[in-house]
C-alpha cells in the first residue's frame, strides 16, 4: 500500500473518532447556510454560478458532517437527513419573506440530493476506516 494512501486512511480512521469536532463542524455549517440562504444578497465569491448547484454543494457539505458525527450509525444518519431536509424545507418557507428571494421546489430538491451525496461519501469514508482497523 502507497505511503499516501496509508495516511489519508489514518487520517480517516481518526476523523471517525472524532464526532464531537463532526457536529461542531455542523453547528457552524448550519449558521453559514442560514445566513447564505437568508441574506438578500449574499457574496458572489461563494457563488458556484447554478443556484441548484449551490444548493447541492451545501447539503452535501451539511449530510456529510452529519453523518460522519453518528461513525456510521444507519438509523441516526437517516435522522439527522430528515432533519436537514425539514431545515432546507424551512429556509424555503423563510425566504418568502426575504427581499430578493423565492421558494423554489427546485431548490429543496437540490438540497435532497446534497444531503444524499453527503451521507453516501460519509458512509463510504466509515466503511474504508472500518476497513482499514480491521485489515
Known amino acids: 500500500m502507497s505511503t499516501l494512501r496509508q495516511r489519508l486512511l489514518i487520517t480517516l480512521v481518526r476523523a471517525v473518532n472524532a464526532a464531537r469536532a463532526w457536529h461542531m463542524l455542523l453547528a457552524l455549517l448550519i449558521v453559514l447556510v442560514s445566513w ?12 458556484f454560478g447554478w443556484d441548484k448547484l449551490n444548493h447541492i454543494l451545501a447539503f452535501t457539505a451539511l449530510g456529510f458532517s452529519a453523518c460522519m458525527g453518528c461513525a456510521g450509525e444507519r438509523r441516526a444518519c437517516l435522522r439527522w437527513s430528515a432533519a436537514l431536509l425539514a431545515f432546507g424545507g424551512l429556509i424555503e418557507v423563510l425566504q418568502l419573506f426575504v427581499p430578493g428571494r423565492s421558494c423554489e421546489w427546485g431548490d429543496l ?3 435532497a440530493l446534497g ?3 453527503g451521507a453516501f461519501l460519509a458512509l463510504a469514508v466509515l466503511r474504508a476506516a ?3 482497523r480491521s485489515g
Do not use: F
Request: aromatic share 0%; hydrophobic share 40%; proline share 19%.
Open 36 to 47: 447564505l440562504a437568508l441574506t438578500p444578497r449574499p457574496p458572489p465569491e461563494i457563488d
Open 109 to 111: 430538491l437540490g438540497d
Open 115 to 117: 444531503i444524499a451525496c
Open 130 to 132: 472500518a476497513s482499514k
